[in-house]
């Protein structure tokens, strides 16, 4: 998992308006429509629940300790899509005692192993790499205007770009995986042809040679420059939840809206969706 800088997150508070007009014209969708797309939810049905929903952020300083920026930065983009949310004033324990104390609905929190979101009615736990992997699938979905029976590149197979994988499997894509190591691409596809058969589930065994044919992509490594430049025509679209961004600068400049990349704000809109769509007891 690729620790975050707070280089990398600085602007996001202030872009939020922005980005998500930049999502609506490569996906038709706000941040929250594909965050409730990705969870097959009806927005009009959730969205005036949002408001009275209340998700504490707790700042963790475990391990390589506190990423400046990052608390407020989820706390933000909670905000920005109408959640009750606020940084809790204490760390850790004392952190999500305070939450229960001031009876949040819900907390999330990342040491250097997960970014986790719960539920603190139902118990329920959703991981930012599994949300993060299947609401960039349901971009690529969104982008494709429908990504049934359409062939996709899903390149890395680790958490996230499986999540994604498995969405676009359940989305009815003909789902073709990468990955540096072989065998991880393969131990994967044995896992998915036991629930969506072999047929529509293929490995890549090169890169740069057999990638001309693919014009969805899901990119989803940790990697650098990961899409060659011959990848690129005006047929392509990218869903990329890599940190870092596996496309070049000279690539960014060609693909302008056909590319949907963010570092923090798909993954984390879609934890809070999946939280509160968790039935309250009694709800
Ligand atoms: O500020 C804090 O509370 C830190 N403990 C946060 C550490 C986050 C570590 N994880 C990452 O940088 C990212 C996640 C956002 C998703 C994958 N890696």
Not at 175 to 195: G, M, N, W
Request: proline content about 3%; glycine content about 6%; some cysteine.
């Amino acid at each position: 998992m690729t620790r975050l800088k707070t280089n990398d997150i600085r602007e996001i508070s202030s872009s939020l308006a922005e980005y998500d007009l930049q999502l609506q014209t490569a996906t038709n969708k706000t941040l929250a429509g594909i965050a409730y797309h990705t969870w097959g939810a009806d927005e009009a049905e959730w969205n005036s629940r949002i408001n009275h929903f209340s998700i504490h952020v707790v700042p963790v300083t475990v391990g390589q300790g506190i990423i400046t920026d990052f608390s407020e930065t989820v706390c933000a983009i909670l905000q920005f899509l109408g959640f009750d949310s606020r940084v809790t004033e204490q760390t850790d324990s004392s952190g999500i005692a305070e939450a229960f104390e001031k009876k949040a609905d819900a907390i999330m929190m990342a040491d250097d192993d997960r970014f986790v979101g719960i539920n603190l009615h139902t118990r329920e736990v959703v991981d930012n790499s599994a949300a993060t992997g299947r609401a960039f699938a349901a971009a690529l979905d969104l982008m494709a205007t429908g990504i049934k029976d359409k062939s996709v590149l899903v390149i890395g197979c680790g958490p996230v770009g499986e999540s994604g994988a498995k969405m676009l499997l359940h989305k009815g894509a003909l789902v073709t995986l990468y990955d540096c190591r072989p065998e991880i691409a393969l131990s994967l596809k044995k896992k998915f042809s036991h629930s969506f058969g072999p047929t529509r589930i293929q490995i890549l065994d090169n890169l740069i040679t057999q990638c001309q044919n693919y014009h969805y992509i899901l990119e989803a490594t940790p990697s650098k420059n990961t899409i060659p430049v011959e990848l690129i025509s005006d047929r392509l679209r990218i869903a990329a939840p890599g940190v870092p961004l596996g496309i070049s600068k000279q690539n960014l400049d060609l693909l302008k809206d056909r590319l949907v990349h963010d570092k923090l704000e798909l993954g984390v809109a879609a934890m809070a969706v999946n939280l509160i769509l968790k039935k309250i007891p009694g709800d």
